[in-house]
């Protein structure tokens, strides 16, 4: 129904800069929600950011200030700005997109994630 492609991960130094992109495929109308997470080895995974489709953000207390998530709707697409990278932000960001409306006008009762894009921080 719904299909996630993420792109945008590679090797960055630690205070580089990396933007990721997540376009969504299908049978779409809207997406209420579009957010990013991420999954480090051995670690649970943990909220970076959201967006509403009237563009309110979330930031986890980890990456506020050096990282911003945008949308555009036309093009069903998510967007994170990661800057000042550290380290510690190396993992697989996933995409995830929640209260998507159907052409057909339904609304699907389930999020939906990418398979993710590994972001690796190190000199």
């Known amino acids: 129904q719904v299909q996630l492609v993420e792109s945008g991960g590679g090797l960055v130094q630690p205070g580089g800069s990396l933007t990721l992109s997540c376009a969504a495929s299908g049978s779409i109308r809207s997406i209420a929600v579009m957010a990013w997470y991420r999954q480090a080895p051995g670690k649970q995974r943990e909220l970076v950011a959201t967006i509403t489709s009237s563009g309110s953000t979330n930031y986890g207390d980890s990456v506020k200030g050096r990282f911003t998530i945008s949308r555009d709707n036309a093009k069903k697409s998510v967007f994170l700005q990661m800057n000042s990278l550290k380290a510690e932000d190396t993992a697989t960001y996933l995409c995830?997109?929640?209260?998507?409306?159907?052409?057909?006008?339904?609304?699907?009762?389930?999020?939906?994630w990418g398979e993710g894009t590994l972001v690796t921080v190190s000199s």
């Open positions: 995830n997109v929640a209260g998507v409306t159907t052409t057909t006008g339904y609304v699907l009762g389930r999020a939906f």
